[in-house]
């Protein structure tokens, strides 16, 4: 298929989730560099959404699905049959994680992992009520969107589930609106679509206490902050507090679609009886995607790459100095560059896409500018990139 056809067939067949899709012609991705059918090479700085942890094609990942992929694919619905890799992966975050999180249940995304976790919350406790944060994004599904904190996202598609409640994410005052009929609180450790905004004054420590003392669950959303993008496996570590659940995805499988959800193995058995198949998922633990979370996870574990976050946070700071940036939100990896509006925002992704950057931003926060790179990005490349960064910001 010649280019032309591509992009007027990609407009034709394919559903759009926005009317300004970009219609970018992907030929190949490697490294930090996706590279167009125009025959340019890309400097990636949003690496999928925060999904390409290990960069585009690391060989370590593709090396794992190559050899699942030829020993088998999907045999068999999810919790049936112990296979190899999913196995391995479960037990490998077992021993990583801090107790009590030790099961672990293998699912399709992200979005999947927070409405199955509203699910365990409710059935382990007997509780109904579910409370997130204003502002908050956990998915677009109807019960994870019960759960957006933005009433723009959501007054198209009401009804939605009922008994949900809202708090101001880092009020300590607001956490006597968590009460003992609340069954759950799902929080983001870092929020990501409002602009990267971090917990503060031992927040989350104190989330978790207040859940405690009035016995609901703290399931944590680490969708985006896990597998490394702080500095820590997951940024929860940074903030001296251990979640009940724990929720993943994105980043988990470099680039392959996955999510998951950790708890202890008490809170998580109330799954499999009064109903039995209390979660059900056909393609969960698929075994090649869990053959590329297991070398994903082993690489971090393995290499310096978490060690060296700080350093390259540092630099994009450092770099990301104009009259133009107002502040840089966020940790890690995981940064977000505010500027004037929500136009001239946009305007600058665009430019930079012309000069071979690639840039996006913040569903909730477009003034804010996604830097989220691969991890593996090296400093010659976040120097390259923010070098074109600075030359757009001046130019307009």
């Known amino acids: 298929m010649n280019s032309q056809d591509l992009r007027k067939d990609f407009f034709k067949y394919q559903a ?18 996706v590279y167009g059918k125009d025959g340019k090479a890309y400097l990636d700085f949003a690496a999928g959404v925060s999904a390409n942890t290990l960069g585009h094609s ?19 619905v999810y919790g049936e049959y112990a296979q190899e890799k999913p196995v391995r992966l479960c037990q490998m975050l077992a021993e990583v994680l801090p107790e009590p999180l030790d099961t672990t249940y293998l699912v399709n995304s992200g979005t999947e992992a ?8 409710k059935r382990f406790t007997g509780k109904e009520e579910i409370i997130a944060c204003k502002n908050a994004y956990h998915g677009n599904t109807q019960g994870s969107l019960s759960l957006a904190g933005r009433e723009e996202k959501k007054r198209a598609f009401r009804p939605l589930l009922p008994m949900i409640n809202f708090i101001e994410f880092n009020s300590e005052e607001d956490l006597e609106k968590i009460t003992n009929k609340t069954a759950g609180v799902v929080a983001e450790t870092i929020q990501g679509a409002s602009g990267f905004r971090l917990p503060q004054n031992n927040y989350l420590k104190k989330l978790k206490q207040r859940c405690e003392e009035v016995g609901a669950l703290l399931i944590l959303d680490e969708i985006q902050p896990g597998f490394g993008r702080t500095g820590k496996l997951f940024a929860f570590e940074h903030y001296d507090m251990v979640p009940d659940v724990l929720v993943m995805g994105k980043g988990m499988a470099s680039g392959m679609p996955i999510g998951a959800f950790t708890a202890s193995a008490e809170i998580m058995d109330c799954l499999s009886h009064n109903p ?23 690489e971090l574990l393995e290499s310096e790459l978490m060690n060296q976050i700080d ?25 977000a560059p505010e500027l004037e509006s929500e136009e001239y925002a946009l305007e600058v992704a665009a430019r930079c896409m012309d000069k071979g950057l690639i840039l996006f931003w913040l569903m909730y926060s477009i003034q804010n500018l996604r830097i989220t790179p691969p991890l593996t990005i090296s400093k010659e490349e976040i120097k390259e990139g923010c070098e074109i960064i600075l030359e757009v910001l001046d130019e307009i």
Do not use: C, W
Not at 18 to 29: I, M, N
């Open 16 to 33: 759009k989730t926005t009317k300004f899709a970009s219609g970018f012609e992907v030929d190949y991705a490697k490294g930090s560099y």
């Open 58 to 76: 690391h060989p370590r990942v593709i090396k794992e699905i190559k050899e699942q992929a030829e020993k088998h694919l999907h045999v068999m």
């Open 114 to 121: 927070i409405e199955a976790s509203m699910k365990l919350a």
């Open 276 to 298: 039995s198949l209390g979660h059900i998922t056909t393609f969960g633990g698929n075994p090649v995607i869990a053959a590329a979370a297991l070398a994903t996870l082993e």
């Open 311 to 335: 350093e390259k946070e540092k630099l994009f700071r450092e770099l990301l100095v104009h009259p133009k940036i107002k502040a840089v939100h966020g940790r890690g990896l995981m940064l």
